[in-house]
């Protein structure tokens, strides 16, 4: 490369130990995460900060190791070389081997304990080279991150954004999470009309809340929130001790609290507010040939009935 002589050059290695420098704080702590001597780490820093001709970190013996300016610019630019190298090697040995890498697999918090399993399931019996890295978050966190923080993303279709591709995977209806010995429970289905009035325990995600006020506007009623719990089964939970009824899409098999208390499930008869489980990913970076295998699998494994029915009544 013309201006590139070899007393120039660095090499990924030399970056993977920067990386690693830095993200431990220290070359002791490099050197345990890479297995390598404390010798081999601080030369490879050295090496490569003669190679850039800038200081990139100050060595404290007491302290550990303090980034300069240029050190936290060329952290950044290594760890997008070291995405790209590996990204490389992966669409490369993908060519005339098996698939191989991390995949970056966002999953909506409240869909993750039934959809999560069987795509982790199914890429270790189909593609044993990928790992999943699993990121839980809610809907706007994932789609926002997809391409950077995530490679795919299983989420609800309702309000996304039509720049986003899809897979559409299969419909879920919200439905009433009930006490079992609530005044509705005998029957087969119940209209929201009959509980708009009595307390609501809300799960407070930004999917569910959307859900059910807009259930409720369609009534042309507002909910009556007497409690609100980012996690649904600490929202189930509260259900079963009496404390309200609750508005969910997501059915975990057996209609038992953690307590061991049983609740009533029921369809909502009144409004009929479907949602959709996709299957996302980035319209901006192409996915590379393991995401794009992961993006048919997980539409694939969360197509079964075996899945589906765990979110039917």
């Known amino acids: ?41 601080s030369s490879a820093v050295s090496d490569l900060e003669r190679a850039l001709g800038l200081r990139l970190c100050i060595r404290r013996r007491s302290r550990g190791v303090e980034l300069t300016t240029h050190g936290r610019d060329t952290l950044d ?15 490369l040995t993908a060519q005339h081997h098996r698939l191989t890498g991390v995949v970056r697999v966002g999953v909506l918090a409240g869909l993750a304990p039934t959809l999560a399993p069987p795509v982790i399931d199914a890429c270790r019996i189909r593609h044993p080279g990928i790992t999943v890295d699993l990121v839980l978050g809610s809907q706007d966190e994932l789609i926002s991150g997809l391409g950077t923080e995530v490679d795919l993303a299983v989420v609800l279709g309702r309000h996304l954004p039509r720049s986003v591709p899809r897979r559409d995977v299969f419909d879920v209806t ?11 429970a005998a029957q087969d289905s119940v209209a929201l009309r009959d509980l708009a009035h009595e307390p609501l325990v809300l799960a407070d995600t930004p999917a569910s809340v959307d859900h059910a006020y807009a259930m409720y506007e369609s009534i042309g009623a507002t909910p009556n929130v007497s409690f609100k719990c980012r996690n649904l089964e ?26 061991g208390r049983p609740l009533a499930i029921r369809p909502i008869s009144d409004v009929d507010l479907r949602e959709t489980v996709v299957v996302v990913w980035s319209s901006q970076v192409r996915p590379s040939s393991r995401a794009s295998a992961l993006i048919d699998l997980a539409a694939e494994a969360l197509d079964t009935a075996e899945v589906r029915s765990a979110w039917s009544v």
């Open 77 to 91: 630019r290594a760890r997008v070389l070291l995405d790209a190298a590996e990204e490389m090697h992966g669409d």
């Open 174 to 184: 919200v439905h009433a999470v009930l006490p079992a010995d609530h005044r509705l």
């Open 234 to 259: 600490v929202t189930r939970s509260l259900v079963g001790r009496g404390l309200g009824f609750s508005l969910q899409v997501l059915r975990p098999y057996g209609d038992h609290t953690y307590e």
């Open 1 to 41: 490369m013309m201006g590139f002589d070899d007393h120039h050059r660095f090499t990924l290695r030399q970056l993977a130990v920067f990386v690693a420098v830095a993200e431990s704080g220290s070359i002791s702590g490099a050197s345990n995460a890479l297995g390598i001597s404390e010798t081999s780490v």
